[in-house]
């Protein structure tokens, strides 16, 4: 084989080098797409939880498909986000009630799910001493995640969310700067 | 400490797994020649062989997100190799036996394989009526398989007497075995 033909194998090679990639990350987000109906069918919000699944598969399926940190953040991510999602759906039908006023329960457990997320990826950044990209991919796939099934009182619960998360992530998040800057 | 030819390939195989973009160039040259080596002595036929090699290549880097560290690199990559080159076998013996691909064939080079055919049938022939009647029987049965008036070592023999007569005979008219 001469030299054009190598470089011409090696073109078509690669493609299907991403081709595999892409494949292997569509299927590996399969499990959002069924988390993702449920979450449509119990929540109030059907549009909203399935543009926020979507988004969510379309952006674990990239972070898939590039590889090495945001890879290694889809797992942790995806775990982090199932918490404020669980809790939001099993709560978008209950009312807190006080006397005669009455208050839905989804913006607060929006928040607490949101902060036991955010601790779980703080958690495993500082135990795998990961990168920024590693915070930053886990980070937004398990807000996306979470956010599917926040979006129960529309915004303000997926405000909720994020407000919670970046009160459970900031403390690892410095911790793991200062630590790193010590070192 | 220096890395052997394998440990580079399954450290390069790994990073490749991971997403490292970088190393795929070195990975595809490291790979390629023994992946080609391979194929020619399991294939016999360069051409086949190239075929195979390339087809082995694109399997071999499709599957490479799936290519787990803990394994060896080089029996896995020839695995899928010699997958190709039996899958290859395969086909072209299934051409050989389908009448409709055969046709696919370019027609002058059935024709020559014809005509080389007639004109060997031709020769045999007439260097097998040279033989005597008893020599020309005994081929014919042991050609279409027939019984004969001798059975066992007394066959084997007139066989081999019959077959050496036709060889002589053979060489005598066309000057070649």
Redesign the interface.
Do not use: F, T
């Given at each position: 084989?001469d030299s054009t033909e190598?470089a011409n194998?090696?073109r078509?090679?690669?493609l299907?080098?991403e081709?595999?990639?892409a494949k292997?990350a569509l299927l590996g987000l399969a499990p959002v797409v069924v988390l993702a109906g449920p979450a449509a069918i119990f929540g109030r919000h059907p549009s909203a939880t399935g543009a926020f699944g979507a988004a969510a598969f379309v952006v674990g399926a990239a972070m898939l498909w590039?590889?090495?940190d945001p890879?290694r953040a889809v797992l942790p991510g995806v775990l982090a986000g199932f918490v404020p999602l669980v809790l939001a759906l099993c709560s978008s039908r209950m009312h807190g009630c006080v006397g005669t006023n009455c208050m839905m329960t989804c913006v607060p457990v929006c928040s607490v799910g949101g902060l036991v997320a955010g601790l779980a990826v703080a958690s495993i950044g500082n135990q795998r001493r990961a990168g920024v990209v590693f915070w930053l991919s886990a980070s937004t796939l398990a807000l996306l995640t979470g956010a599917m099934g926040c979006a129960c009182v529309g915004y303000s619960g997926v405000a909720g969310l994020a407000v919670g998360f970046a009160a459970g992530v900031v403390p690892g998040l410095l911790r793991r700067a200062f630590t790193h800057g010590a070192a | 400490m220096q890395l052997t030819h394998e440990d580079e390939i399954e450290a390069l195989l790994a990073r490749l797994a991971d997403g490292d973009r970088s190393v795929f160039s070195l990975v595809f040259k490291r790979l390629w020649v023994p992946m080609n080596r391979f194929c020619l002595s399991m294939l016999k036929h360069e051409a086949d062989a190239a075929d195979a090699a390339q087809q082995a290549m694109t399997k071999i880097f499709e599957r490479a997100s799936d290519y787990d560290p803990k394994r060896p690199a080089m029996p896995w990559a020839l695995a899928i190799a010699a997958w190709e080159c039996r899958t290859l076998q395969r086909k072209r013996f299934r051409r050989r036996e389908s009448p409709e691909d055969a046709a696919d064939e370019p027609a002058d080079e059935r024709a020559e394989a014809n005509l080389i055919c007639r004109d060997l049938t031709e020769a045999a022939l007439t260097a097998m009526s040279e033989l005597p009647e008893a020599d020309r029987e005994t081929l014919l049965a042991t050609f279409l398989d027939e019984a004969t008036s001798a059975s066992g070592a007394t066959l084997r023999k007139r066989r081999e007497r019959a077959l050496d007569r036709l060889r002589t005979s053979f060489r005598r008219l066309y000057g070649l075995d």
């Open positions: 084989m190598v194998l090696k078509r090679v690669r299907h080098y081709l595999g990639r292997r590039y590889g090495r890879q | -």
